[in-house]
């Protein structure tokens, strides 16, 4: 049995993430295909606009025949945490044979040459990292830099654009384990990951995010072309029934979870350092909204994406402490006709399956069903601010079935 993974946060599932998909079981040759996805809170800092259960359904009626969950630890961390957590449970289900990702480079071997040289940083070449950080360059810009000094121009892969930073951490991630999974690269279609305006059929996920954003009166005609029919169908329904997210619907929360912490520091949070920390309380009374707050203490070398990481962190009490790969496989959804997967995941995974959370007690350790109750409640802010803002029921997931299609 051929298995291909992938990992994604499909926020939403667009036609750029179809053809991903489709394209790498054909060309893995794969007899399934596995999705790990991030949960209700993704890796740029920010809550999914729509939840889980609804992306991993989006998922399913498109190709994919198993939705597993990507634990917040790891989905909202940095890319080397969020592609080593993903790579640790992907190792530990034991029937992986493929993983596949977009890379704007397209090119797998001057990935994995780029992989290895970061994966073995010299003396010589932390010396020139450093140096270039001194200058208030951002990090991926540093790395970039340190390297070209070093390689010129044989290491060709750039490590500003964020899919092949994942790419790379992917690679790393893959090595480092000693992985048995071949990695494969698809050159990503649609257009780049940061693009605002829609451009036709492979828009980004950003611009479908924006396009919604702006729109007032629930017309997303402009957004259908965009997206499967199935996963616009069901991005319509939520729409209707007030279900979409964005960050600054966690303003409040956030702004009391800063509050509380004045006195003790945030330092202890995960990816906040000292220097963070106090720039952070410093501008505490101009605290006005997630989003603005995140305008104002991004900094030249630290971007508005690491900032919202750290806020969100600090809003779902992520600490430096609680950054391990999880030791358990929750399943959000799969396929009736992938039943034969889901067979032989059972009998070669080498941590515990949820499938009910009822069952969770018998299944887990003390310390891994403190993993998952944690992950439980920090779905719960999500679903808990969902309905306070936008005047829903409370989602309560010990009574939400998997989704099976």
Not at 349 to 362: G, H, Q, R
């Given at each position: 049995?051929?298995?291909?993974?992938?990992?994604?946060?499909?926020?939403?599932?667009?036609?750029?993430?179809?053809?991903?998909?489709?394209?790498?079981?054909?060309?893995?040759?794969?007899?399934?295909?596995?999705?790990?996805?991030?949960?209700?809170?993704?890796?740029?800092?920010?809550?999914a606009i729509i939840d889980k259960y609804t992306r991993a359904k989006m998922t399913l009626l498109n190709g994919a025949d198993l939705v597993l969950e990507l634990p917040s630890y790891s989905a909202t961390g940095s890319a080397e945490f969020f592609a080593r957590g993903a790579i640790s449970l992907l190792n530990n289900l034991g029937i992986v044979t493929t993983l596949s990702f977009g890379s704007e480079c397209g090119n797998l071997s001057r990935l994995?040459?780029?992989?290895?040289?970061?994966?073995?940083?010299?003396?010589?070449?932390?010396?020139?990292?450093?140096?270039?950080?001194?200058?208030?360059?951002?990090?991926?810009?540093?790395?970039?830099?340190?390297?070209?000094?070093?390689?010129g121009s044989s290491l060709t892969v750039d490590i500003t654009q964020p899919n092949n930073i994942l790419a790379l951490e992917y690679c790393k991630a893959l090595m480092q384990t000693d992985s048995t999974i071949t990695p494969f690269t698809i050159t990503r279609k649609d257009t780049g990951y940061h693009e605002t305006q829609l451009s036709g059929s492979l828009s980004s996920a950003n611009a479908i995010r924006l396009a919604l954003g702006s729109t007032n009166d629930n017309d997303l005609s402009t957004l259908q072309n965009t997206m499967p029919e199935s996963a616009y169908d069901l991005l319509v329904d939520?729409?209707?029934?007030?279900?979409?997210?964005?960050?600054?619907?966690?303003?409040?929360?956030?702004?009391?979870?800063?509050?509380?912490?004045?006195?003790?520091?945030?330092?202890?949070?995960?990816?906040?350092?000292?220097?963070?920390?106090?720039?952070i309380q410093k501008h505490l009374n101009d605290f006005e909204t997630?989003?603005?707050?995140?305008?104002?203490?991004?900094?030249?070398?630290?971007?508005?994406?690491?900032?919202?990481?750290?806020?969100?962190?600090?809003?779902?009490?992520?600490?430096?402490?609680?950054?391990t790969p999880a030791s358990y496989i929750r399943i959000l959804g799969f396929r009736k006709a992938a039943k034969p997967l889901l067979s032989s995941l059972k009998s070669n995974?080498?941590?515990?399956?949820?499938?009910?959370?009822?069952?969770?007690?018998?299944l887990?350790?003390?310390?891994?069903l403190q993993h998952l109750q944690k992950e439980l409640s920090i779905s719960r802010i999500y679903y808990s601010v969902r309905a306070t803002q936008h005047h829903v029921s409370m989602l309560n997931e010990y009574k939400q079935p998997i989704i099976i299609t």
């Open positions: 049995m051929r298995v291909n993974a992938i990992i994604a946060e499909y926020n939403p599932f667009h036609n750029g993430h179809l053809y991903q998909l489709n394209e790498s079981s054909q060309q893995t040759d794969a007899d399934y295909t596995i999705v790990l996805m991030s949960g209700n809170f993704v890796q740029r800092g920010a809550p994995l040459d780029t992989a290895t040289v970061l994966s073995s940083e010299s003396p010589e070449f932390q010396t020139i990292l450093k140096k270039h950080l001194s200058t208030g360059l951002t990090y991926p810009l540093s790395l970039q830099k340190a390297l070209q000094n070093l390689y939520s729409v209707r029934k007030n279900h979409i997210m964005c960050s600054n619907d966690f303003s409040s929360v956030l702004h009391y979870c800063l509050l509380t912490n004045r006195v003790s520091g945030l330092e202890h949070y995960l990816d906040v350092t000292s220097d963070l920390s106090d720039r997630y989003e603005q707050f995140c305008e104002l203490i991004k900094t030249k070398n630290i971007t508005y994406a690491r900032i919202s990481r750290c806020l969100l962190h600090i809003l779902l009490g992520i600490t430096k402490e609680d950054n995974c080498n941590l515990p399956l949820v499938t009910k959370l009822a069952d969770a007690e018998k887990l350790s003390s310390k891994d």
